[in-house]
């Protein structure tokens, strides 16, 4: 299958929060880096694209979960061998709307992130003080 890659802007790309049960809110936003046409056309006639992005996570935590930042923290893998992360129950999500990009060629898609579970990593904290969580989601696309 040969790739090309698309150029193009975000009509509306904007943040969600996660509202966790331990009180923690978690912003959370799905960046599309790289969009590529794959010369294929679904059932539909709609073009098939592959798409790269990346997850930004950020944590506000209430004061009896933080804790001194973390010198080093070992790859997730490596954490979840000594011990077994925490999963904390989602209450509430705001903002968890259709994201928006045109393509170079006047066409739009949209992308939504589905947040399917939050870990915390017990014991680890960001430069100011949040615990660390893991934020698994799965990204749809619509043309």
């Known amino acids: 299958m040969k790739l090309r890659e698309l150029d193009f802007r975000a009509r509306k790309e904007e943040w969600m929060n996660v509202f966790l049960e331990d009180g923690t809110v978690i912003r959370f936003k799905s960046v599309l880096t790289r969009i590529f046409d794959t010369g294929q056309r679904d059932v539909f006639g709609e073009p098939v694209y592959r798409i790269d992005s990346q997850n930004v996570v950020v944590a506000r935590s209430p004061e009896e979960l933080r804790g001194p930042p973390s010198e080093f ?3 997730i893998e490596e954490i979840v061998k000594k011990k077994k992360p925490t999963v904390v129950k989602i209450k509430a999500i ?3 709307e259709w994201n928006e990009y045109e393509l170079e060629d ?3 898609i949209r992308t ?3 947040i399917t579970k939050v870990l915390r990593l017990d014991g680890y904290f960001d430069p100011y003080g949040n615990p660390i969580y893991v934020v698994q989601s799965q990204m749809v696309v619509s043309t």
């Open 106 to 108: 006047g066409s739009v």
């Open 73 to 75: 923290v070992p790859p």
């Open 94 to 96: 705001v903002g968890d």
């Open 112 to 114: 939504r992130t589905i």
